[in-house]
């Protein structure tokens, strides 16, 4: 039991992230944690445990979280194809007609998947265990959280079925499988491939999750601010781009550490921390309620954040 308590902190960690830290849910309805943990929370799971059991690397966990937002937005929620998803047309903005897609929706939501709700919780965890390179379930526990993380998907489709009627063409919906498939195929190839550390040094900690921050929050603020759809999507891509050069470039070098891993999804973190105030939240809440659930997450992810960096740091590089 002991040995699956990081599983289950993750499966927690990980919904709690992508949605209240963000601000995207209030406070009072905290009960929605237990509903979405099955899908976030499952899928973070089966991610990490396949990686680690495979003796791959974060290369595969982002991958394999982008695999996860695709079938999130493309299969679950249908947001990347249904055009008038929550009353709120994000496809118009940068609308690509041949695919039924809007390119600066598709390039943010695939990111916050990929980065916040899968990549920074695994870290985040990863970070305070000692078994950060093993696996932490047994094959009945992996049954167990496979079966959760699909019950999760069919609930949360079932749900916003209810809510919306709209079903995107055969197609679409072959595309998003496609993709999928297509994703787990590069993690897979990117994860059994030998890792080639070079010499050399990284950048501090500190300055690592400062840059973490930098970018990310230089993302928020083109999707909030930046009006133009095709000049949106193509900041976004450029930010995009200059994380992954940055982070492949010093991660490859012998002077990378976890540590550096945790301040990277730190810096990341505290900008979901930030973000969550102009943040307006999907449902109805008072301001009052917003901003208190906005300090009382916010406090809990620099509190974590803290606690996983001091537990890094007697831990080592283990």
């Known amino acids: 039991m002991r040995r699956s308590l990081p599983a289950l902190g993750l499966f927690f960690l990980s919904p709690l992230v992508a949605e209240f830290v963000l601000g995207n849910i209030p406070i009072s309805t905290i009960f929605a944690l237990l509903f979405l943990a099955p899908l976030y929370g499952g899928g ?5 445990e396949v990686v680690r059991r495979r003796g791959w690397g974060y290369p595969s966990v982002v991958i394999l979280a982008l695999a996860y937002g695709v079938l999130e937005e493309g299969v679950t929620t249908q947001s990347l194809f249904n055009p008038n998803y929550a009353d709120l047309r994000l496809l118009d903005p940068g609308h690509i007609s041949v695919l039924g897609m809007g390119a600066p929706w598709t ?3 695939l990111a916050l998947h990929t980065v916040w709700s899968i990549t920074i919780p695994i870290v985040l965890v990863e970070s305070c265990s000692r078994r950060s390179r093993e696996p932490w379930l047994g094959k009945i526990g992996l049954w167990v959280y496979g079966a959760i993380f699909v019950a999760g998907i069919v609930a949360n489709t079932a749900f916003a079925l209810s809510s919306d009627s709209f079903v995107a063409s055969p197609a679409q919906f ?3 499988g496609i993709a999928i498939v297509a994703l787990v195929a590069v993690a897979a190839r990117v994860g059994s491939r030998p890792r080639r550390r070079t010499a050399g040094t990284v950048p501090a900690a ?3 999750g400062a840059t973490g921050l930098v970018l990310t929050s230089g993302f928020m603020v083109v999707n909030d601010a930046v009006n133009n759809g095709w000049l949106q999507a193509g900041l976004m891509a450029a930010l995009d781009v200059i994380a992954v050069l940055a982070v492949v470039r010093w991660s490859r070098r012998t002077g990378w550490t976890q540590l550096h891993s945790l301040a990277l999804a730190g810096g990341a973190l ?7 105030f102009p943040e307006q939240p999907v449902m109805d809440a008072s301001h009052t309620t917003d901003l208190v659930g906005n300090v009382v997450f916010g406090l809990i992810a620099v509190g974590l954040l803290v606690g996983a960096t001091i537990r890094r740091d007697k831990l080592g590089d283990s």
């Open 44 to 48: 973070a799971v089966l991610i990490r």
């Open 174 to 176: 072959a595309g998003t």
């Open 107 to 109: 390039l943010f939501v």
């Open 270 to 276: 505290l900008t979901y921390v930030w973000h969550a």
């Open 206 to 208: 500190w300055l690592v």
